[in-house]
């Protein structure tokens, strides 16, 4: 995306709070009048004094006071609130970037690495807060300063003027060139850097992993090579812009010399005051400032730009699945499902499902099974809208999905991941994200339920334990036991279980599958199974082979049928049930008389 590009959509992040930023753009004008008035009126009392009118020096030397107080008074309005608006509008560009981005399918989170993405915020929020504060402190009075001087030299003197146009040139010139030269390379930084973010968050997520192996050291040399490149590729931009500062800076000098010796040849000759002289070397040394500080901006901006154009990509970045314009809730569900003749692929041309139909009737249990990438877990993603279909639709109680607001889809479809997803905050917290104004009763309720309670009870601070990241505080079957309660708390009407017990052993397994029942009960449920017992106690079981529905029926119809499900029964794929070993048999001490 083009710097300018860039800065004009940062610039219109600031429209929320257009009046406020309104009221700082012209107190910027105001001091850009005041830093062009200060130099004109200097080179009034310069010509005052040297024809020995006192009065008219003293008048202009009243004006200069009045001037001067007036940028003190716009300078503390633009010091005090362009600070307040620049962290309001971070911290709002923060929220709005974790909506959206939480709203982007899975599609996109699966090509994200986290570290990149969290990256990608803190780099850009940061950035945005730099360039609004240094628009409002500097970029717009110096623009409008610099734009009004050229006219206003060109009044007092041509001549002189064109060498401070030269000047402009100059500036504009190196600058065009050096960005030109190391865009590319800026770019690359940007990346190499995005690696360097990526790869810690791998480390950090999997310590155990990498000391287990002893990959402690292999892993910060492999980092510290990221690092070399990413300072071989930024030294040869920095080398740029070093060069750039030491060109402008000489043309600065060379600009105030010609103006100088100019001036004094023009003076020579009658064709300006000494005052007029003045005025100009005023203009000049206000003008070199405010192109380094232009010059500094545009060096910032360009360093600043690719990590703001990787911010507003992910902002461009369109869910798949939306509502539709003013969609309404989906109401008093019962649970009735139907798949209509549904086809999806995650990559066009590639379908995962073909045509899939069935119905199921409300409260029934639903076994999904089938050989691996069969489609199971994705037919049932599209169910919560994960993803929308290509082609077909979806129905709950005869509405279509997509035509309901999602969240209300969701709020009536509970999920038990085989990952139960818990996040880094208490316990409590973890079970309330099924429903927040939940009780304590029925927090507790439900952990009972789910046969959680009792070593949450145990944990120190019970329910206002913390959960580590990703659960690892827990063992497996603690963190699914949790997942089962939090989806027993938000008490939703159809229920999803993908795969909920498939890592665990069998004593815990045993447990699990006891909440699992509780769960179960009155609720339209879809369980991917592998549990013979689960197989059999279902009311339908879908078979599904490369993403086509292939059988369905009960399971004696369907091992009387002799098909795929049979034949998956007669490979052992669906496991016996689990079971608690049974309690140790008293020990039994005899003791023998002694005669």
Known sequence: MPLLRIYGRVLRLL???KWLATALAVANVSLAGVFLLEPWLFGRVVDALAAKVSGAAWGYIAWWTGVGF???????????????????????????????????????????????????????????????????????????????????????NWKLALVMILLMGTFVLFNTVVVRITGSAQRRVEQLNQLISERAGDVFGNVLVVQSFSRIVSEVAALRQLVGKVLAAQYPVLRGWAWVAVANR?????????????GVQLHGKGEISVGEIVSFVGFAMMMIGRMEQLAGFISELFFQGPALSNFFDVLDARAATQDLPNAPPLREVRGEVAFENVTFGYETGTPVIRNLSFRIPPGSTV???????????????????????????????????????????????????????????????????????????????????????????????GYGAMVSEDGKSLSGGERQRLSIARAMLK?????????????????????????LSNLVTGRTTFVIAHRLSTVRSADIILVLKDGRLIEQGRYEELVRLGGVFAELESQGRFVADAKEPAPAAPKVELALAAH
Do not use: C
Request: aromatic content about 8%; cysteine-free; charged content about 20%.
């Open 15 to 17: 429209g929320p709070e």
């Open 70 to 156: 007036f940028g003190v008074a716009a300078n503390a309005l633009v010091a005090l609130y362009s600070d307040r608006l620049a962290h309001r509008r971070q911290l709002e560009a923060i929220a709005d970037f974790f909506e959206h981005a939480l709203a982007l399918p899975l599609a996109f989170h699966d090509k994200q690495h986290t570290g990149r993405l969290l990256r990608t915020l803190h780099t850009g929020s940061s950035n945005l807060f730099y360039l609004w504060l240094a628009f409002f402190r500097s970029h717009l009075s110096t623009l409008i300063a610099v734009l009004v001087m050229i006219p206003l030299a060109l009044r007092i």
């Open 250 to 262: 000489a043309a600065s000098t060379l600009t105030v010399i010609g103006i100088f010796a100019l």
């Open 367 to 461: 076994a999904i099974v089938g050989p691996t990438g069969a489609g199971k877990t994705t037919a049932l993603s599209l169910l919560y809208r994960a993803y929308d279909p290509t082609s077909g639709r979806i129905t709950i109680d005869g509405t279509d999905i997509r035509t309901v607001s999602l969240s209300s889809l969701r709020d009536h479809i509970a999920v038990v991941f085989q990952n139960p997803g818990l996040l880094y905050r208490t316990i409590a917290e973890n079970l309330r994200i099924g429903k927040p104004d939940a009780t304590d009763a029925e927090l507790e309720a439900a952990a009972v339920a789910a046969e959680a309670h009792h070593f949450v009870r145990l944990k120190p601070g």
């Open 491 to 515: 008490d939703a009407p159809i229920l999803i279980l993908d795969e909920a017990t498939s890592a665990l052993d069998n004593l815990t397994e045993a447990r699990v599958q006891r909440a």
